[in-house]
């Protein structure tokens, strides 16, 4: 079993940024992907950045996205992050955490993101 714990989350004027992290623990050796998913209200869960791993190690990121969201990993710690910079009302969900594990997709309860105008 996997576990994810996101944090990071909270309010936040347009303009500003936020670190979110994902802390994952369990059986997680074998993982080939993981990253961030948000959903807006009224809206689909739609991708953000994801990290691929595989014969080479490949960093996606959505288009609304692109040059203000960065993720990272520390393998040490089993953590992924998303920085944020730059951020828009529109960038206001719940941020979900994603791990696939041999195949499993594995999900954290979600942090809220909320950004003022």
């Known amino acids: 079993q996997v576990q994810l714990v996101e944090s990071g989350g909270g309010l936040v004027e347009a303009g500003g940024s936020l670190r979110l992290s994902c802390a994952a623990s369990g059986s997680i050796f074998s993982t080939n992907a993981m990253g961030w998913y948000r959903r807006a209200p009224g809206k689909q869960r739609e991708l953000v950045a994801t990290?691929?791993?595989?014969?080479?190690?490949?960093?996606n990121y959505a288009d609304s996205v692109k040059g203000r969201f960065t993720i990272s990993r520390d393998n040490a710690n089993n953590t992924v992050y998303l920085q944020m910079n730059s951020l828009k009302p529109e960038d206001t969900a719940v941020y979900y955490c994603?791990?696939?594990?041999?195949?499993?997709?594995?999900w954290g309860q979600g942090t809220q993101v909320t950004v003022s105008s």
């Open positions: 994603m791990r696939r594990v041999r195949g499993l997709v594995y």
């Open positions: 990290i691929t791993i595989g014969p080479s190690t490949n960093y």
